[in-house]
């Protein structure tokens, strides 16, 4: 049995109005993980937030799962454990897609993730920060910890798993490796198997974070505040944000324009460069440079068909109703992509695509189009099997 933990208070969503934002909770796994890549991870908890309250049978519950730098925190206000809002916050809440009144919706921090999922930034078994040590998890590995999360809170079978990005490639991975356990399945803007542009994006940022003197060999944790890979992660973010947005974007909201009073000519910055070191500020603060590299790693190893005869057998294994929609104009994870899984999964219907200027993070700001998708699946359109 897998002992859960409560260490905050229980989440205000449930047995109350159930549209109040979610306190985080932990379950932890009483045996240590298996590892795709061999060897185990002992003492694993994955940090998770819920909304709602399940049915008496839990077939009401939801799982959301999140993209490389976010966390549980889908719905709800910043404040203490959230240094920032909720992420998908106009999908959660009373008369939105994932109505708390209707749905138990449950959302866990990645494992690797450094917002309460065990990861290297977490004590190991001796105490001391995981750091170097911490091996290469999958996205496999993260969906075996998700399940015995499912496990703990009684959920046989999700009413539907959702996710877009990192998120879409877990929820893939859940419905070929459980398909028993998911009625519904939402992919966003993710690939069945990450591609060799997309480890060629990874692999500068990888270089910068590991480059930066405070890394230390990923054994910075223990450094004084300021002394660890900041500037590293800072020019990761940089790269990584100019994937996530469209070049239409940033010519027509920025264009050659200099940052308000400032001159390129003497050593000032244009504005799409002030709008880069900002997202990259963000990013320092609230997160862990361990995790990024991790979490890329976890994200480049991503191969839904690794050891299943390839990617359409693995994807043939899947028999939830499915939905697959993709951003016009990511250049990140583009259409293809998504054409591929929704070509592929028995149960998606054509390939829906969001007409969008903000690229990948399109999945992300055109709220109401995911949220039309999203209640779309969920009211019945697609069969569920």
Known sequence: MTAVETVLPPATGAGREGDE????RWVTLPEPL???????????????ETWGTPNADASNAVLVLHALTGDSHVSGPAGPGHATPGWWEPLVGRGRALDPQRWFVVAPNVLGGCQ??????SPG??????????????VRDSVAAEVALADA????????????SMGGMRAVEWASTAPERVARLFLLACPAASSADQIGWASPQLTAIRSDPGWRGGDYHDAPPGHGPHVGLGVARRMAHLSYRSAFELADR???????GEDPFRGGRYAVESYLDHHAAKLVRRFDAGSYVRLTEMMNAHDVGRGRGGVAAALARITAGTLVAGVVSDRL????????????????????????????????????????????????AHPVT
Do not use: K, N
Request: aromatic residues 8%; charged residues 15%; hydrophobic residues 40%.
């Open 21 to 24: 934002p979610g306190r985080r």
């Open 34 to 48: 298996p590892l795709e890549a061999g060897g185990t991870l002992p003492g694993v908890r994955i940090a998770y």
């Open 116 to 121: 309460g999922s065990t990861g290297p930034s």
């Open 125 to 138: 078994p001796d105490g001391r920060a995981w750091g170097s040590r911490f091996p290469l998890v999958t």
């Open 153 to 164: 809170l009684g959920v046989a079978r999700w009413a539907c798993v959702v996710g877009g």
């Open 254 to 260: 920025f264009g050659r324009d200099a940052q308000d």
């Open 333 to 380: 994870y583009p259409l293809e992509q998504q054409a591929e899984l929704a070509a592929a999964i028995p149960g998606a219907g054509p390939l829906r695509v969001i007409d969008s200027p903000y690229g990948h993070d399109g999945f992300l700001v055109e709220a109401p189009a995911v949220s039309a998708l999203l209640g779309e699946l969920l009211t019945g």
